[in-house]
């Protein structure tokens, strides 16, 4: 489901739920005034088929030796004389005692109807039937559901009109980045190949400095692209070694170290397998590299390593530089560890991303004006090994 319809579709969830709040005050009065007709159209029921009975009754013939009292399915009925003593009945449960000509007991209406004198020598009928509100209840549920479902529809089909133009115009948008970032991508990286070449040849400051700032520059690009792609594509893991991945990388930030008279030391334990996706390690690496360059004064010493332990991987890169005020803050989108230094501060924002996805574990040691240490424990994987037939 894309993000503007998902959007769509909770914003049409919140809308009917209001709706249904607006308009519970005339529902729960429709259920009662419904509850009430329920109970006078029952009342009505057993009314008349207490004057069913009492037709039959008063029908008795003097000389008359046998009667077949009436059954039915739905009612229940008793005979009572003067005294309220039961003469005949089928009704199963207790005869309540009556205040007014219809009691309700728990689940039954019952009725008291006099009679007039009869070959029975009977005062009273009185007739039983179960409460049931079955259709109205049924009825509520119908327009509950039918003001549900119309309300939902119209609050998404609203809101998409309404996002229509946004979406069209953050569709143009994503189009113009795309190819904005594919026609930049061939002649950065050939400006970054040229100068790197000169800054080992010349040794030139001022070289350096404008290599830093193509890496940077680099860095950022490869940051932007992925977090234009991570929103239409899915990233695919595989089996990756590590460890000749991450010697690579920093064979790759040599010349950029170099510039500035940074010294990379590597501790890589060989052979060491993680499952992840390669272009969401290298954004881990890339910009853990980048930013102890960034933040380190020249002439002093980065320290890269990667060690396991158990069934866990530790990626560390320990810095000489000027440290952070607010470890806690460093990873949320436009933080900068120091202003001065420039950048956007989205490399961490997207490391942490990709370390949540991940289940990657993050733990900053940092003091000012000291440097700062970066470790991220991965889960080990073994190498699969291929079975000759």
């Known amino acids: 489901m894309k993000s503007e319809t998902k959007n769509a579709f909770i914003f049409a969830i919140i809308l009917t739920f209001l709706t249904l709040l607006l308009v519970s005050f005339p529902i729960l009065n429709y259920l009662s005034v419904s509850l009430r007709l329920?109970?006078?159209n029952q009342e009505t029921q057993l009314r008349s088929y207490a004057k069913e009975i009492?037709?039959?009754?008063q029908g008795i013939l003097p000389l008359q030796k046998t009667f077949l009292f009436p059954r039915s399915i739905l009612f229940k009925s008793a005979l009572l004389d003067a005294n309220n003593r039961i003469v005949f009945s089928l009704i199963e449960e207790p005869i309540p005692s009556f205040s007014d000509e219809f009691v309700t007991n728990e689940n039954s209406l019952f009725y008291k109807h006099p009679l007039a004198a009869n070959a029975l020598h009977v005062k009273y009928l009185i007739v039983q039937k179960e409460i049931s509100h079955s259709q109205v209840i049924f009825d509520i549920l119908v327009i509950i559901g039918v003001v549900l479902m119309g309300m939902l529809l119209f609050s998404y089909l609203l809101l998409k009109l309404l996002l229509k133009p946004y979406i069209e115009t953050s569709t143009r948008m994503n189009l113009f980045f795309t190819d904005v970032m594919h026609e930049l991508k061939t002649p950065l990286g050939i400006m970054q190949?040229?100068?790197e070449g000169l800054v080992l040849k010349y040794k030139d400051k001022r070289l350096g400095r404008t290599l830093a700032a193509l890496s940077t520059l680099a860095t950022l690009y490869d940051d932007l692209e992925y977090l234009i792609k991570n929103k239409t594509i899915t990233y695919t893991t595989e089996?990756?070694?590590?460890s000749t991945f991450l010697e690579d990388r920093i064979a790759y930030f040599e010349a950029l170290s170099a510039s500035k008279e940074i010294t990379i030391c590597s501790h890589i334990e060989p052979q060491l397998y993680v499952r992840i996706n390669r272009i969401e390690l290298q954004r881990i690496i890339d910009n853990n590299l980048t930013n102890a360059i960034k933040y380190s004064p020249t002439?002093?010493?980065?320290e890269v390593a990667l060690n396991s332990d158990n069934d866990r991987l530790c990626f560390k890169v320990k810095d000489q530089g000027v440290g952070i005020k607010e470890v806690e803050k460093i990873f949320e989108r436009h933080y900068r560890g120091d202003i001065y230094k420039g950048g956007f501060g989205i490399g961490l924002s997207i490391v942490k991303s990709i370390c949540d996805k991940y289940g990657v574990v993050i733990e900053v040691q940092s003091e000012e004006k000291k440097g700062s240490e970066f470790s991220y424990w991965f889960r080990k994987e073994e190498k699969e090994e291929k079975?000759?037939?």
Do not use: H, K
């Not at 009492?54 to 009754?57: L, Q």
């Open 239 to 242: 089996l990756l070694n590590f």
């Open 193 to 195: 190949l040229n100068i």
């Open 299 to 302: 002439q002093t010493i980065i």
């Open 38 to 40: 329920s109970q006078v």
């Open 54 to 57: 009492e037709a039959t009754i």
């Open 387 to 389: 079975i000759s037939s």
